[in-house]
């Protein structure tokens, strides 16, 4: 194999140094038989939605959107005395839980574990180790400075990606190219099936294409977090997400230093490691704005979680760190306590299983006193004031937990939308689900469910409604019509095949069972946002008093709060004290105009018209830009009454148990609410509801804009402060009957005028004025620069197509407007939050989205799905 890789020794110096490393430390297999094995095979169940954990209960406090969330995060870290249980699909050592970060340095995410860790605190991370080529999330950069900070914080990394055959290896990748190898051209889904497996690896009889994509965190056993948001990069917003941070008039007040200020369509990440690799200038790009949903729990559920952290921490010790690192690393007893043998852990198992799940399972060990005190501290000790009734739910199989398959997110997921009585509301990463058989490789059959679900209500006359909010490019290709952008297409082609094409999609099974009026029952729909770069005249002005560019200042600003050495060597962007000597000039700038106009579609917020700017009319107009706003939430909400919420995306990899691992909780909150329900008294729950009008209101901007350094109750954990939402105010009666008709012109109203006035100003795609290729030139690729790489021909070009009239991608289409800023920002006055209607027609007439004539691997067909 050696010849292959020094054929493409750059492009796969990382592979073999990484087969090298895990083929010398890989623990021998014969440490799945051993008594890990037969602690794995007692979590089957015959609980509800065929769960490994029973129904049970808590408290629960809903966070919409990262700034509160990790707010609420930093407060319980704090506060830490114990232990921290984290795991994530990605982690960022460098995160900031509040902001702005020049004033919040004590609360980045690294200097917080280290001072827990200090204070005698264990923490205990598990990430998902990613294939290098295919992914940015540098885990080993997340373990390697996590570890560094203190011995106190232990880091797993799962699962090894170990080629199972050299030969095969360099057989399957003989083929390729060394261009086609290049990383920064790394195209996996032209791979072939063969090459795609030896990358991944395998366990057992499973091609790990599969990652760990849970997201939580439990502080001292005692309070959980979880749901969409991981803790890293490019998660951290507000409930007006605003999408410019350029700060001419005073650099400390950045918000989102470094790898954080992030637009995936533009520049993925990039060298994860180093904070200031990131090539986007937020002079002239925006930043992607994030929308997420997460919780916090307390009381008994908090010990279902527990179990499951401590289930993953135990099957990956005995995987791949009873012989690596001897002595390390250690077991986690199953109510929290360490434990240094099999023979104690084998003890403790069975005892907590026995009292968690009821079954009746045999003592095979006594229950000694020592372990009944750990497992009070983990279950019995919790403030039981909390009523809710929740049970965690999970997606696993043997190579992720080594557990048989369990799907019960899925099967919550189903049993939840089968039992609707008025309404389902899904806000979903993704959508990809088949009514049949027939549209295989998709295997999840939520979409049958929804199929079934609206034939009932039309056979029996029934006002129902299923809405669905997603994002407009699931991925993140900035042109679409590029050959890098074939994986975002298939997800796509997937999704509108989930849609209405491709003969048996929900809405044409729908028609096929003589639902004609469709619209009446579902509906899809993405969210957008503007905002205005200040590139006022304050920032030329104190550029050139100075000396200094403003970008140069700027970066070597978030080198300081990104914690890396000032002036280290290698530094391109300038000498020492750039920072001071821009911030001794812009001290002296008057600066009025403002940083971010988000506020404007926001409830109370100004008139976009009014808002001042200093600089010509000419340079407002170029300030002005645009991006989707990625939906990232993974939550389901029935009748006000039920809520399931966690890390699961609607597609096979979340829902088949099989491949990614997820954890979601159903969450049904007894405490009464009363409300109205298509125009008649009915009683939701609090939790539902609160959340439900919650989203609703942030969409259709009938929120306040929350500045992201004024917390308040809703940032705080749960038993900290009471949910706070303004039941019965003028905003909240808007949204309070989701099935009114009122509430739906409002909802479709908002949503066509937002669409029209994004369409008009900055041509974003995918559009219904798109349905071929020829139309998406017309419409969308003759008037923009596409974002680039480094190559030098690349950026000649962009300049010459700037000079020929061409916009940068996401700013004003300048052809639409004869008269200027002025009628654009006419145009968009009339924006109210964030909601647009999905396209269903997008590219509806091009015969194969993903790549015309060009057969996908098995990669696409799995891994996309």
């Given amino acids: 194999m050696d010849h292959l890789f020094h054929k493409v020794e750059d492009a796969f110096k990382e592979v073999k140094d990484a087969i090298k490393h895990e083929e010398e430390e890989r623990p021998h297999h014969e440490s799945h038989n051993n008594n890990a094995g037969a602690e794995q095979s007692v979590f089957t169940s015959n609980n509800r939605f065929q769960s490994f954990a029973p129904e049970t209960s808590g408290a629960v406090k809903w966070y919409v959107d990262g700034a509160s969330y990790f707010y609420a995060v930093s407060l319980a870290l704090e506060e830490a005395r114990e232990s921290v249980y984290i795991l994530d699909w990605w982690l960022s050592p460098e995160l900031y839980l509040r902001r702005p970060p020049s004033r919040n340095e004590q609360y980045r995410l690294d200097n917080m574990l280290r001072a827990a860790a200090e204070r005698g605190v264990e923490i205990r991370v598990i990430v998902y180790k990613e294939v290098t080529q295919a992914l940015t999330l540098d885990s080993a950069h997340t373990k390697h400075a996590l570890e560094a900070l203190h011995p106190n914080i232990k880091v797993f990394r799962h699962p090894d990606h170990l080629p199972t055959d050299r030969q095969k290896l360099e057989s399957a990748f003989a083929g390729l190219s060394l261009e086609s190898l290049k990383l920064d051209d790394f195209s996996l889904s032209k791979f072939s099936g063969d090459a795609l497996k030896e990358l991944y690896g395998s366990f057992g009889d499973t091609v790990l294409y599969w990652a760990h994509h849970e997201k939580l965190c439990v502080v001292d056993r005692r309070i959980a977090f979880m749901g969409g948001l991981d803790m890293c990069f490019g998660r951290y917003d507000t409930n007006s997400h605003p999408i410019a941070d350029a700060h001419p008039g005073n650099l400390d007040a950045i918000v989102f230093p470094g790898q954080d200020f992030n637009n995936a369509r533009v520049y993925d990440f990039e060298g994860v490691d180093n904070w200031d690799h990131n090539k986007l200038d937020r002079t002239k790009s925006s930043r992607m704005g994030w929308s997420d949903i997460a919780i916090s729990l307390k009381g008994p559920i908090v010990g279902s979680l527990i179990d499951h952290f401590t289930d993953r921490w135990n099957f990956i010790f005995d995987d791949k760190y009873t012989k690596r690192d001897a002595g390390k690393y250690e077991r986690i007893g199953f109510g929290g306590s360490t434990e240094r043998s099999h023979e104690e852990s084998h003890h403790g198992f069975f005892d907590d299983v026995q009292g968690h799940f009821n079954r009746g399972v045999r003592h095979l060990i006594g229950e000694g006193q020592e372990h009944q005190e750990h497992r009070d501290r983990g279950r019995d000790n919790f403030d039981r004031s909390g009523s809710v009734k929740i049970q965690l739910c999970r997606s696993c199989s043997e190579w992720s937990a080594g557990h048989p398959t369990e799907h019960s997110i899925a099967n919550a997921y189903i049993n939840a939308i089968e039992n609707a009585q008025h309404f389902v509301y899904i806000e979903n990463q993704f959508f990809i689900t088949a009514t049949s058989d027939e549209q295989k490789p998709v295997e999840n059959k939520i979409g049958a469910t929804i199929v079934s679900r609206i034939v009932r209500a039309h056979n029996n006359r029934e006002d129902f409604q299923v809405i669905v909010l997603m994002p407009a490019v699931p991925a993140f290709a900035g042109d679409l019509k590029s050959d890098g952008a074939l994986g975002t297409r298939a997800i796509m082609e997937f999704q509108y095949n989930s849609i209405n094409r491709g ?57 300081r709060v990104g914690g890396y050495p000032y002036g280290n060597e290698g530094n391109e962007y300038g000498n020492e004290g750039n920072y001071e000597r821009y911030q001794s000039a812009a001290s002296n700038a008057r600066d009025r105009t403002w940083d971010t106009v988000s506020s404007c579609y926001m409830d109370g917020g100004p008139d976009i018209r009014n808002v001042p700017w200093d600089g010509s009319p000419e340079s407002e107009l170029d300030a002005f830009v645009s991006e989707e706003l990625y939906i990232h939430s993974k939550v ?13 995306n609607l597609n096979d990899r979340s829902q088949l148990g099989t491949h990614d691992s997820e954890i979601a909780v159903v969450i049904e909150d007894p405490e009464p609410v009363e409300s109205t329900m298509n125009g008649q008294p009915f009683t939701a729950s609090r939790f539902a509801a609160s959340l439900r009008r919650q989203l609703w209101r942030k969409h259709l901007g009938l929120l306040p804009d929350q500045p992201w350094d004024r917390p308040n109750a809703n940032w705080t954990p749960v038993g900290r402060d009471p949910q706070d939402y303004d039941w019965g105010s003028r905003a909240d009666r808007l949204v309070e009957d989701p099935m009114s008709e009122d509430f739906r012109n409002l909802w479709t109203g908002t949503a066509r005028t937002n669409t029209e006035v994004f369409t008009k100003v900055f041509h974003p795609v995918p559009n219904d004025h798109v349905r071929t290729w020829d139309q998406y030139e017309d419409f969308f690729s003759r008037y923009f620069v596409i974002p680039t790489g480094d190559d030098e021909k690349e950026k000649e070009k962009a300049e010459e197509e700037r000079r020929n009239g061409k916009v940068d991608y996401g700013h004003v289409v300048r052809d639409e407007f004869p008269g200027g800023v002025a009628e654009v920002k006419d145009w968009l006055s009339r924006v109210r939050g964030t909601l647009v209607e999905m396209p269903l027609d997008f590219l509806v007439d091009v015969e194969d989205l993903a790549k015309s004539g060009l057969s996908l691997n098995a990669f696409t067909d799995e891994i996309y799905t």
């Fill in 636 to 648: 389901l909400i029935a009748d006000d009454r039920l809520v399931i919420c966690g890390s699961a």
């Fill in 503 to 559: 003969g048996y999609s929900i809405i044409e099974s729908l028609q096929k069972e003589g639902v004609d009026d469709w619209r009446r029952y579902i509906g899809f729909y993405n969210l957008r946002n503007y905002d205005r770069i200040n590139i006022s005249s304050t920032l030329h002005q104190v550029e050139q008093e100075s000396g200094v560019s403003y970008e140069s200042a700027r970066r070597e600003h978030d080198d």
